[in-house]
């Protein structure tokens, strides 16, 4: 096969498979952007793990537990996706640890408050769905089918998550101003969680090419925004942005404009906990070490009695 057949596959909306014949730089994209979206995931896990043991009902931490233990999950089938491409995962954690891998702005950003679970659970993951959702017709057929599952677990997320912020904001004023807060501080952050401008944008051709991505940036923020201002009216929480309004003639709510400067310094290493989650998920991988190096002992000794 070469590049012009493997273009017509695509236009014919035919998975490609992992021993299928690809170009170098769909592979390569394609291990950016699933190695990212895995490690966001497990990255992911701390800034909610850190409130396990102080959530205010043992209701609220058994949620909170099999979300975490969710997000554990994705990361799981997003690494094991990502190897079918031919890179193994000690090479995708190294890549991280390096800084030469990245993850979500979102999660660089600190968890001060109980209501910070809700706003995470309705507006990251209420995010992540509306980006991850057309991840299910991704031209690659494993991230594709993996994607199937996380996106039935996100819908659960985000469902939680408002529910937590839908209590508090009809709980006392001191509670609804905690919810409030919290939506003030994640609601830029969780906008910009969908990238760049697509103007600023240069892998998105490609990725739109190919059919790794399915709808431009800019198109699936204002989707979200367009879902999520109702939801805040309902449970009456106002959206921190004083240009937010209905445009009759385009059909979709106008938006102010967002802090790019932020959004790179915090992709670039400069965010508030960006040292401490890293630092954090390096010290677990060398903890864990034991227990990587116990697993292929009993493998390879399993392996031996069976021949």
């Not at 396990?52 to 990361?75: C, F, N, T, W, Y």
């Not at 996100?154 to 919290?182: L, N, W």
């Not at 508030?272 to 390096?282: A, E, T």
Request: aromatic fraction near 10%; hydrophobic fraction near 35%; glycine fraction near 6%.
């Amino acid at each position: 096969m070469n590049d012009k057949l493997f273009q017509e596959r695509i236009d014919a909306e035919k998975k490609i498979e992992p021993k299928d014949w690809m170009p170098e730089d769909y592979r390569k994209h394609l291990i950016r952007q699933i190695s990212q979206h895995a490690h966001s995931e497990v990255i992911g896990m701390q800034p909610e793990g850190n409130w396990i043991s102080r959530a205010p009902s043992l209701r609220a931490k058994m949620i909170l537990l099999a979300k975490v233990q969710d997000e554990a999950g994705h990361g799981l089938y997003l690494y094991s996706a990502c190897e079918t491409l031919g890179i193994s995962r000690e090479e995708l954690v190294k890549q991280l640890h390096d800084g030469k891998a990245k993850y979500s702005s979102i999660f660089n950003y600190p968890t001060l408050s109980w209501a910070d679970m809700g706003a995470i659970g309705w507006l990251v993951d209420g995010a992540a769905i509306v980006n991850q959702v057309s991840l299910q017709r991704t031209s690659y057929g494993p991230y594709a089918r993996g994607m199937v599952k996380i996106c039935k677990e996100e819908s659960f997320h985000q469902r939680q998550g408002y529910e937590i912020m839908a209590e508090m904001a009809k709980g006392t004023p001191e509670q609804k101003a905690m919810a409030q807060d919290a939506l003030n501080r994640f609601w830029w952050p969780s906008i910009m969680m969908f990238g760049p401008q697509d103007s600023d944008s240069p892998r998105t051709g490609n990725a739109m090419k190919w059919k790794i991505k399915r709808q431009f940036n800019d198109e699936l923020r204002q989707n979200f925004i367009d879902q999520t201002v109702g939801q805040a009216e309902v449970i009456e929480l106002i959206i921190p942005d004083k240009d937010l309004k209905w445009n009759q003639q385009r059909e979709h709510y106008d938006f102010g404009e967002m802090d790019w400067v932020e959004f790179w310094s915090v992709v670039n290493g400069n965010g508030p906990c960006n040292k401490q989650r890293l630092d954090h998920h390096k010290k677990a991988h060398d903890e864990g070490e034991w227990v990587r190096n116990a697993a292929k002992a009993y493998a390879k000794k399993q392996e031996l009695v069976a021949n």
